[in-house]
């Protein structure tokens, strides 16, 4: 499960964790070396250059056009290819793509067996040989927790769970669909983070984008994270609200980006903002240390009454 918890900031839930954002916080990042970046950069030209040369030869036939396009008779309706977009895809992605979406045929646990498979078309389409590959080590897997495991603690609860709930609710948590087992985790994580109560969703993207917008809507002012994750940029448009970006983990961007929307309020007609929504990416540490300190530093200069929604969907030490 993705847990997001809708964050106020007020000083009796930030007293909770108060002692430990009075801690110095230092975060640095190992520079790029100027070579590295350089190359990097020359590498992405070249093969930029080379994608459209290939397109060329395939749009007159030089060379066999293995893309997806639309036929004929579907042109006047909304194009489900857009070639641009797919200029990356067809002539960058395609050269590494058997390193990608790799097929296998067992859990996806700590170590897994993969099926073998080869091209003979540039990676355009694959064959499987046949052959597995046995106890191939997984280093990259949304598989956290071992819930995919088909032996141990978290497959014996969920055999556990099934025989007494049931494979589904059949219904909203509104209407029939709310367990005890809901109520009890919702609890569990709001005393995990020291707020007051929480909210558990089954499907991250989905909890934002659709949450967002019953949060915000027109005539309130959205101030997103320029490095926010996409479901977070697709709510914030969804809700219609006017949306401003700041600067990473820069508070002092955030900042001016409030006092100017205090001080002239909404275009045109200047009238105040119904509502400020803040949202960040509680992957980002350095984000959650010094919003904390931030708004203790101007509990004594109040000037903004809005909200936060701090998001996570990669991690869980929201409190540490």
Not at 74 to 92: A, I, S, W
Not at 137 to 147: K, R, T, V
Not at 291 to 305: D, I, S, T
Request: proline share 3%; glycine share 8%.
């Amino acid at each position: 499960l993705y847990l997001y918890s809708v964050l106020c900031m007020q000083s009796h839930i930030v007293g909770h964790n108060a002692v430990l954002y009075n801690k110095p916080f230092v975060e640095s990042f190992e520079e790029t070396p100027l070579l590295v970046a350089v190359l990097t950069y020359m590498g992405y030209g070249i093969l930029t250059l080379f994608g459209y040369l290939r397109d060329f030869l395939r749009h007159w036939k030089i060379e066999k056009c293995r893309v997806a396009s639309e036929r004929d008779e579907q042109k006047d309706f909304v194009p489900l290819y857009q070639d641009f977009e797919n200029f990356y895809t067809r002539n960058l992605y395609m050269r590494i793509r058997d390193n990608w979406n790799r097929p296998i045929c067992s859990v996806p646990g700590a170590k897994m067996d993969v099926v073998e498979r080869v091209t003979h078309d540039y990676n355009w389409t694959f064959e499987h040989t046949g052959t597995v590959l046995k106890n191939v080590i997984n280093m990259g897997s949304y598989n956290y927790l071992g819930f995919a495991e088909n032996t141990g603690p978290c497959a014996d609860s969920a055999a556990e769970a099934t025989v007494k709930y049931g494979v589904g609710v059949s219904g909203t948590r509104h209407e029939i669909g709310n367990l005890d087992k809901h109520e009890e985790l919702e609890k569990l994580v709001a005393r995990f983070l020291g707020v007051e109560s929480s909210m558990a969703f089954g499907m991250g993207f989905a909890t934002n984008s659709m949450n967002i917008p019953s949060l915000a809507g027109k005539g309130c002012l959205t101030l997103s994270d320029e490095l926010n994750h996409a479901s977070l940029v697709l709510g914030a448009r969804l809700s219609g609200s006017t949306i401003r970006v700041f600067k990473h983990n820069n508070m002092q961007s955030l900042e001016k980006l409030l006092r100017d929307a205090i001080v002239h309020g909404q275009p045109r007609t200047h009238r105040p903002w119904k509502k400020i929504v803040i949202l960040v990416e509680g992957i980002y540490r350095c984000n959650i240390h010094l919003l904390y300190v931030w708004f203790r530093k101007k509990k004594k200069q109040p000037f903004f009454h809005g909200l936060i929604l701090l998001t996570c969907s990669h991690c869980s030490n929201l409190n540490k």
